[in-house]
């Protein structure tokens, strides 16, 4: 476990290179025109909150991408698929920094803590399946869910910092998972003698990673209830989405871009397996109806 902190010190080299890559792609941050004091203190540590646990999972993907930069020579991927990588890790860093950034501009900065072990997410059998399960999992399916949320909640927002902040996040994320298609499309093809067996590795898998991000997206119910309750919660809105908002943006996500894209590239099996996705939130939810009145 380690503390994540946004700065070495302002004077340093390092650090002006740092806030080079960590500016918004397109458009500007105006930090300088948020007045934290028009807020109440409830919404400002809820929104504290929410851009802590942001930088801890924007930090995860900066770690993965590095790591899975590292791989993409066993693969033997051409030198075009490097540049997009560095880029990606660039774009994960100005994430991280603008979550933590906002925590200061909120009057609570934050030093989120980080566990190292929390990021391999799978154990193949070989580095290239490594790869392979990881460019699936991370980006066909992390990041296709996160741009749509992240898109969802910056329509949601009433905040003008939160709205820059959000929109500089959300060109990002949509490249990633564009990308994340096409690369997944690539590594799906079939390239020498192990590509039956990982293939079917992979797709042994999806059952898994598709409750592993049902779980990061705290889907606790089915559709019906994502649908039932209101997408946004009262307040100001610093760039997020009710719990029922998340579910939806998880389930839309699924049915409209994951589950086809996976069966279109060559995972057939990512219909069975979403089928029981769905099934075992039903019968989840049916046992939160019975037992835990707040959710009746
Ligand atoms: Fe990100
Ligand atoms: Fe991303």
């Given at each position: 476990m380690y503390r994540l902190e946004r700065?070495?010190?302002?004077?340093l080299a390092l650090h002006r290179e740092h806030l080079a890559i960590a500016r918004p792609r397109q458009g500007e941050v105006?930090?300088?025109?948020?007045?934290?004091?028009?807020?109440p203190a409830e919404a400002l540590d809820a929104a504290a909150a929410l851009y802590a646990h942001r930088a801890v999972q924007e930090m995860h993907s900066l770690a993965l991408f590095t790591e899975l930069a590292a791989q993409l020579h066993l693969l033997g991927a051409p030198l075009d698929w490097s540049g997009a990588f560095a880029r990606m890790i660039a774009d994960e860093v100005r994430h991280t920094d603008l979550c933590l950034r906002m925590c200061e501009a909120l009057g609570r900065p934050a030093r989120p803590e980080i566990d190292p072990?929390?990021?391999?997410l799978l154990s193949a059998s070989s580095p290239r399946s490594h790869v392979r399960q990881t460019i699936v999992a991370a980006f066909c399916i992390g990041e296709t869910i996160s741009g749509r949320m992240f898109r969802r909640a910056l329509r949601a927002t009433d905040v003008p910092l939160a709205r820059e902040v959000v929109a500089a996040i959300v060109t990002d994320e949509t490249f990633h998972a564009e990308l994340g298609w096409e690369l997944g499309a690539l590594l799906m093809r079939?390239?020498?003698?192990a590509f039956d067996e990982e293939r079917r590795e992979l797709a042994a898998r999806l059952p898994f990673l598709f409750s592993h991000f049902a779980g990061l997206c705290q889907v606790t119910g089915d559709r019906a209830w994502a649908l039932g309750s209101p997408p946004v919660d009262e307040g100001?809105?610093?760039?997020t989405l009710s719990e029922a908002g998340y579910a939806k943006a998880f389930f839309d996500g699924m049915e409209e871009d994951v589950v086809p894209g996976l069966v279109a590239i060559g995972l057939p099996e990512a219909e069975p397996a979403y089928e029981a996705l769905v099934r075992s939130l039903a019968l989840r939810d049916e046992c939160h109806t019975e037992g835990t009145p707040e959710r009746a």
């Open positions: 700065c070495s010190g302002d004077d105006h930090w300088e025109r948020f007045d934290p004091s028009g807020y072990s929390q990021l391999h079939r390239d020498g003698p100001p809105n610093f760039g």
